[in-house]
């Protein structure tokens, strides 16, 4: 995990939810798993409450996830909060690929974080909960930051300026 300074971007999980995140990502094998977490804006960052899977419908979800459009419609009247999107790199490792980064602008505008979960070969859990087992999952989380520079009718709009800022991941 890279050990970040300052308050402002930190991201909080509880183990209970990153487990089933790391559930989710097992069972779906060897096809990526994708689906939102729910939460809030908490002090000096974002609280993480809940995970809601979604189904991937990628035409190759072994390589690709596409969130299912139903039920991500269904997630967003459902009252709840999406914070943020969640996927799997089941083959390698939860770092943003070439096609993440282009498909960025789709979420950009939606959610503020970006998390990516890939099997974790050792035992050792991000979990510091004495009580819940080895998540079995490495994960990173990203800050989607959007650049607001551009209008609307420009034509470079369709390429907006979306990166991802490496967040600190705190699973409590
Ligand atoms: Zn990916």
Redesign the pocket.
Known sequence: MAALHGQQNTLTIPCSVEQEMSRHMHLSLPQ?ACGVVLGESAAGGIRISRFQPIRNVAPDPLHH?TLDQTEWIRCIFSGSTIVGIF?T?PHTTPT??H??LQALPDFGGMVQVYL?GSPNPDTQSSCSNPNESPSRMLMNAYQIATSNHQQPSNAASKFPSVHLIPMELRVT
Do not use: A, Q, R
Request: charged share 35%; net charge negative; proline share 11%.
């Open positions: 990526e996830f996927h790199h943003p690929s096609e993440d990516i």
